[in-house]
């Protein structure tokens, strides 16, 4: 397994030949840090927590790249240390006791790179569509939870954001032998006198129309996944019979006296926050620690609206199965970047459904498909760029701290990679960015010396393979 090392100290040379031989001995492939073409994770030891060490850690995890930050002496790691460089993007922080540290690093790097090589599965993508940073958070999480364990997972998010599909991901990934179904109940379109033959099923005759016996979701799901959508939603009796068939797996038919078991993987999504739905006393708070054994929050899509180029391309290529795959040209994409999305991603599949339905002819899809009633309403409002979630970026990066410097290299860093990634060479990016080729080359790799030089002084780095 590979994975380059970074040692922020002022003096290493023994200890750091030490430390590289017992990472070697416990089966790292050590590799020097070469911000061109890292793919894999790093490590960063350090004798002294300071702003400076944050700074470095912000620029090593910039693109998504993993970094486990070690301390060389216990007295490093402290607390502040610890939560401060987390929020600067470390994935794990700990002390380095003796050699055999070493296996907890390799234990780290080999659970990470398997859930990233899942993550990156065309089955998670597929479910789960977005390539932004918070994105791929939450779909490591998911994959981690539904691979590595059995416990239930509450989904969170407004409507919209996907809760459905982030709950089949866990059911595709569940690697339970004999695997069986995923039952899906919309717990907010229960009628309230049906709702118990809904979950456990009824016995013949248990009430008028009942006329034969049937099975709930609880005894469809036995073997398989249940999941409850719209959990918050159930009124107070009914999450009191909820609870004892979550908490035990037992239950019995509506109408009938034998208890029934049944085995399942629980899943429950909601758009309400539950927690303060327990603090106002109208969902038990023993329910809620059943089912919260794994929470995963979505984040609406104004808070990744990067990801609004590739969900439209997703979507028109889900829309387009019948015929030619379409696209969006220039002015189209930048309003879809700017429009607001009420009900999230759902909202956006419709609007390009919209305008699919609009377009003849070949070519993309242009603004003359833009439904009337969804045009802007001020002229040229569609080509201010600057607005809304640009706005809002940099009104975040003020708030952090950021300085005018910082903020402008970053969004440097930011349209080079988006232009790269979207044009899929330098060459297209650099078109797309006005310059030339080789000026794009020349700072980006000005960009890399930058990153590695100049939050590191006046400490020594030592190299991984001195």
Not at 33 to 40: E, I, P, Y
Not at 254 to 277: I, K, S, Y
Not at 421 to 431: D, F, H
């Amino acid at each position: 397994m590979r994975v380059w090392l970074h040692f922020a100290c002022e003096s290493a040379g023994d200890v750091a030949q030490s430390i590289v031989e017992a990472l070697r001995s416990a089966g790292l492939q050590i590799e020097s840090f070469d911000r061109a073409h890292v793919s894999f994770p790093g490590i960063v030891f350090f004798e002294r927590f300071d702003s400076a060490l944050c700074e470095l850690l912000q620029q090593f995890t910039t693109g998504g790249t993993r970094v486990l930050v070690i301390a060389l002496a216990a007295s490093s790691c402290t607390s502040e240390a610890a939560w401060s460089l987390v929020s600067a993007g470390a994935s794990d922080v700990f002390a380095w006791q003796d050699d055999s540290s070493a296996r907890r690093v390799a234990a780290r790097l080999a659970r990470w790179a398997e859930v990233d090589a899942i993550a990156n599965s065309e089955v998670a993508r597929s479910l789960l569509v977005g390539r932004s940073p918070r994105w791929l958070t939450v779909r490591n999480q998911l994959v981690e939870a539904a691979r590595f364990t059995q416990a239930p997972v509450l989904i969170t998010g407004e409507s919209g954001t996907g809760k459905e599909l982030a709950a089949r991901l866990v059911h595709t990934l569940d690697q339970r032998p004999g695997k069986r179904e995923l039952i899906v109940l919309d717990c907010s379109t229960l009628v309230p006198s049906l709702s118990g033959s809904e979950f456990f099923g009824h016995e013949r005759g248990a009430f008028t129309g009942a006329i034969n016996a049937r099975d709930g979701a609880f005894a469809l799901a036995a073997g398989g996944t249940l999941f409850l959508d719209e959990i918050g939603e159930l009124p107070l009796d009914l999450q009191t019979q909820l609870l004892r068939a979550v908490q035990e797996h037992t239950y019995k038919r509506v109408g009938g006296n034998v208890w029934r078991r049944t085995d399942f993987r629980l899943v429950c999504a909601t758009n309400r926050d539950l927690r303060a739905e327990v603090a106002a006393g109208r969902f038990r708070a023993d329910l809620y620690y059943r089912i919260a054994g794994v929470c995963c929050h979505l984040p609406p899509l104004r808070e990744r609206i990067e990801d609004v180029p590739v969900l439209a391309e997703h979507f028109l290529r889900e829309l387009s199965q019948d015929g030619p795959v379409r696209s969006v040209d220039g002015p189209v994409l930048l309003w879809l970047l700017q429009r607001e999305y009420q009900n999230n991603v759902r909202e956006l599949r419709l609007v390009l459904a919209r305008m699919l339905l609009r377009h003849a002819g070949d070519g993309p899809i242009t603004v003359g498909d833009i439904p009337p009633d969804e045009r802007p309403a001020v002229a040229g409002r569609s080509n201010d760029w600057r607005a809304g979630a640009f706005v809002a970026g940099i009104t975040r990066a003020l708030a952090a701290g950021a300085g005018l410097k910082e903020i402008g290299r970053a969004a440097e860093d930011i349209a080079e990679q988006i232009a790269i990634e979207q044009g899929g060479s330098v060459a297209a990016a650099a078109a797309r960015l006005g310059v030339t080729d080789r000026a794009l080359q020349l700072r980006r790799a000005v960009r890399r010396e930058r990153r590695l030089e100049a939050p590191t002084d006046p400490r020594r780095v030592v190299s991984a393979n001195s």
